[in-house]
């Protein structure tokens, strides 16, 4: 039975009488760009809108009785914190009632992560008994991936990824080594390499490869500012173009990426497919011509290769990642064997109850 917005503020659960009170919120939430979902104590969905589909690529019919955990969405924070388990939101408010607001990133359908604004209500009943909660989430900033279509017959995007070409990448890094020379600005610079791609190709075909290469080409985009620029520059290699920042704010983002990267995957037949990324970060000097900063960052990156890969180098050294370590299968979290739950979810949720 479909759970639909009422007077007052409150959710509760509709009756016959109530139909055309459903169809109302429902076409009503349907209009709404941002993504709305509902779940039931037990964190199944029960509701999910068509801004929720277009925000993820998952159809309702593909969700609607499952887990928002169960291999969908699974937050991580910028942090690299698996939500699910550690800091639930809707578990919080289903156990408090208090709203919630919190910035993460969304698992989409195609695999990357998503950036997004996440707000949680309490659903009631007619007596104000939490019966549910509801989930809006907003994407952040503007998107700068362009779809495949579009990006064939664009020369400042490559036509695989969507994201910024070599050729304007160089154009692009130009001025900006140049006001670090003129000491009007700074720039920080990564090199990554998807680890052991060549397995990914030989393994799944080179279709799923290009797959694998959109995927990660688009969460490197979602963990950046506007300003900054995510550029392919050839094979299984990106840079990443982040003017203004400092050596720390450097070291931040090229962590946040690596995270990102690795808690990205896509469905091939039964099958998950996950890749890793290796990341050289330095920041450009004022002696620094193009050629150099970008050898730089390549030296760095293989630095990252010898120390065992999915790790970040930059001009400090090897960084510790203190990211939790992604989830793995489709299964719901949180009943898999050695699942440790603690934060906001406090306890494992309780089965829905049953509704004669």
């Known amino acids: 039975m479909p759970i639909c917005p009422k007077d007052s503020g409150t959710l509760r659960r509709s009756t016959e009488a109530d139909t055309i009170d459903t169809d109302f919120y429902a076409?009503?939430?349907?209009?709404?760009?941002?993504?709305?979902?509902?779940?039931?104590?037990?964190r199944r969905i029960t509701y999910w809108s068509a801004g929720a589909e277009v925000v993820t690529g998952y159809p309702a019919e593909s969700?609607?009785?499952?887990?928002?955990?169960?291999?969908i969405l699974r937050h991580v924070n910028d942090a690299g914190r698996q939500v699910c388990l550690h800091g639930c939101p809707l578990a919080g408010v289903m156990k408090d009632g208090r709203p919630r607001e919190a910035r993460m990133y969304l698992h989409h359908q195609d695999g990357h992560r998503v950036p997004v604004t996440v707000r949680s209500e309490a659903i009631r009943d007619a007596v104000g008994r939490i019966v549910g909660a509801?989930?809006?989430?907003?994407?952040?900033?503007?998107?700068?991936?362009?779809?495949?279509?579009?990006?064939?017959?664009?020369?400042?995007?490559?036509?695989?990824?969507?994201?910024?070409?070599?050729?304007?990448?160089?154009?692009?890094?130009?001025?900006?080594?140049?006001?670090?020379?003129?000491?009007?600005a700074t720039l920080g610079v990564l090199f990554l390499d998807v680890d052991h791609f060549k397995d990914?190709?030989?393994?799944?075909?080179?279709?799923?490869?290009?797959?694998?290469?959109?995927?990660?080409?688009?969460?490197?985009?979602?963990?950046?500012?506007?300003?900054?620029?995510a550029i392919r520059w050839g094979g299984e290699e990106f840079v990443v173009l982040l003017p203004g920042v400092g050596p720390s704010d450097l070291e931040v983002v090229a962590e946040r990426v690596r995270m990102l990267?690795?808690?990205?995957?896509?469905?091939?037949?039964?099958?998950?497919?996950?890749?890793?990324?290796s990341v050289g970060a330095t920041m450009a000097q004022q002696t620094d011509a193009v050629v150099d900063v970008v050898d730089r960052a390549d030296r760095l990156m293989y630095a990252s290769k010898r120390g065992g890969r999915n790790c970040v180098t930059a001009d400090s050294g090897r960084l510790v990642s203190r990211a939790e370590r992604p989830i793995v299968g489709a299964g719901v979290p949180w009943e898999q064997p050695g699942a440790e739950v603690d934060g906001e979810l406090g306890e494992r949720p309780e089965p829905a109850p049953v509704v004669s």
Request: proline content about 5%; aromatic content about 4%.
């Open 200 to 229: 990914v190709n030989d393994t799944y075909g080179h279709r799923v490869g290009d797959e694998v290469l959109r995927m990660v080409g688009q969460s490197i985009a979602g963990a950046l500012r506007h300003d900054d620029a």
């Open 134 to 184: 509801a989930e809006v989430f907003s994407p952040r900033g503007a998107p700068r991936v362009r779809d495949d279509l579009r990006a064939q017959d664009d020369p400042a995007h490559d036509p695989v990824t969507g994201i910024t070409s070599r050729r304007f990448g160089e154009m692009a890094l130009a001025p900006l080594l140049a006001a670090v020379t003129e000491r009007t």
């Open 63 to 71: 969700v609607v009785g499952r887990s928002c955990a169960e291999g």
């Open 27 to 42: 076409h009503l939430l349907d209009r709404v760009s941002d993504g709305v979902y509902f779940v039931s104590p037990d």
């Open 261 to 277: 990267v690795e808690n990205s995957w896509l469905v091939a037949g039964d099958e998950e497919v996950r890749v890793t990324v």
